[in-house]
């Protein structure tokens, strides 16, 4: 029986009111598109809001609106998967003060002459899980906490021996000694900090999300460039390559449901509990029917391979004899369903050779990436396929940007 049928029969008065419907939880941010596609157009589909269903514009920056290293950059909607591109990107110039300890215990940071500082490059793709804000959030917030976690190690990473003790002094006379011994290198704080960076970022994004009732999650591919050297670092199935005359080498490895099967199942062996009784961590080959009860099948367990955490590769960017046609490459799955690194390099092969004047070569072979994702039946697959996914593409040049990338 209904609320409104026991007031009427047992209660004077009226019918009780209708009830309230469940007032929507705002979004931690607003929705928007990369801040360096502003001014890129104001066609269907442009523009920060909901597109219409037909509408798939491959979205690149204005012309004249100059990426850092003169990158190239594009990007799709999904076909209709989502009422938003769940996608986010981002890229910039870092600039890493120096941080000096005074006398006193307090500890302050000093803002020196700009000669001082140590710039470099950044690059990010973002692809948003459950919706657009936590790929959002990852784009506001990630390039800061990089920032930051770069500072604390800045005079170890500037040093000719790395010292234990980060203000630039050592403790005791024996700390060169243990630094050596322990082999650590200016890259092992840069790829520390990027740990760290990707760490306090999920944190950030998960009291955001939380605060406003939301949920979700995204994957992360970032490529930095400091002194010289190109870091790409992976959390997710987004991909990075480098694209070479006669090389391609992928940058990046992808975390998918098989690869961090390992590390769900150890967390269901910690923590059964998760699990509320209704799931196992088995792994199976196929989904178990009821035929399958009493008797032996084939499963996995947490302990029969090994798990991944994040990946950073590191590209010493000023050893390699690079070519005015060497790039790298980075993109989010939705360009890797359909094409493979090989593909991916041909394109790249047969475009930028033949346009070496145009300005906006990079960011017109972005475009032709996603175009090649698109159906054609004369695309490099040859059989039509199509990326109903989000896609994004970042097209990095390495010759004459990279040649210069060690300075401060």
Same mark, same amino acid.
């Given at each position: ?12 008065? &009226? ?33 920060? @809001? ?19 290293? !003169?990158?190239?950059?594009?990007? /799709?909607? !999904? ?7 769940? *996608? ?13 300890? &005074?006398?006193?215990? *307090? ?10 500082? $140590? ?14 804000? @936590? ?5 506001? #917030? ?51 900090? %990027? ?9 950030? /994004? ?16 970032? @490529? ?9 670092? !992976? ?18 490895? =992808?975390? #998918?449901? =098989?690869? =961090? ?12 509990? %998760? ?6 961590? %088995? ?24 798990? $991944? !955490? ?14 005015? =046609? ?8 939705? $360009? ?17 050779? &033949? ?19 698109? &159906?054609? *039946? *004369? ?30």
């Amino acid at each position: 029986m209904s609320a409104g049928w026991f007031r009427r029969r047992f209660l004077p008065g &009226g019918p009780l009111p209708a009830p309230r419907p469940p007032r929507p939880r705002a979004s931690p941010v607003p929705y928007r598109r990369p801040r360096f596609l502003r001014g890129s157009g104001s066609g269907p589909g442009t523009a920060d @809001a909901p597109r219409r269903p037909d509408a798939r514009p491959v979205r690149s920056p204005a012309r004249g609106r100059a990426l850092p290293w !003169n990158a190239g950059y594009a990007e /799709i909607i !999904n076909a209709e998967k989502s009422e938003f591109n769940e *996608d986010q990107a981002a890229c910039g110039q870092l600039c890493i003060r120096r941080c000096e300890f &005074g006398a006193e215990e *307090d500890q302050e940071w000093l803002t020196l002459c700009p000669e001082e500082f $140590l710039t470099g490059h950044y690059w990010a793709l973002f692809d948003g899980h459950g919706g657009p804000a @936590a790929a959002i959030l990852a784009a506001n #917030t990630l390039h800061s906490c990089l920032r930051r976690q770069l500072e604390a190690v800045v005079e170890g990473m500037v040093a000719t021996r790395p010292p234990m003790h980060l203000s630039g002094h050592c403790v005791c006379p024996s700390d060169p000694q243990f630094v050596e011994e322990k082999g650590i290198r200016a890259e092992d704080l840069v790829i520390g900090a %990027l740990e760290s960076a990707f760490q306090e970022c999920d944190e950030v /994004i998960g009291r955001e999300l939380e605060a406003s009732g939301q949920v979700g999650g995204c994957t992360a591919l970032v @490529a930095v460039s400091l002194q010289g050297k190109l870091y790409v670092a !992976n959390a997710g199935d987004s991909r990075a390559i480098l694209v070479r005359k006669d090389e391609v080498r992928p940058l990046s490895s =992808e975390f #998918t449901p =098989e690869t =961090e099967r390992q590390r769900i199942q150890q967390l269901a062996f910690v923590y059964p509990e %998760l699990l509320a009784g209704e799931f196992t961590r %088995l792994e199976f080959p196929r989904r178990l029917k009821g035929d399958d009860l009493g008797q032996k099948v084939l499963f996995r367990d947490h302990h029969m391979r090994g798990w $991944l !955490n994040l990946q950073v590769t590191v590209l010493d960017v000023d050893q390699l004899e690079l070519q005015e =046609e060497d790039v790298v490459v980075m993109a989010t799955d939705g $360009l890797w369903d359909v094409l493979s690194n090989e593909q991916v390099a041909r394109l790249v092969r047969s475009f930028l050779p &033949g346009n070496r004047e145009d300005p906006h070569r990079f960011s017109e072979l972005a475009q032709r990436l996603i175009h090649s994702t698109q &159906g054609k *039946d *004369d695309g490099p697959t040859g059989d039509g396929q199509v990326s109903y996914d989000d896609i994004s593409v970042f097209v990095i040049p390495l010759h004459s940007q990279g040649q210069r990338s060690g300075g401060h």
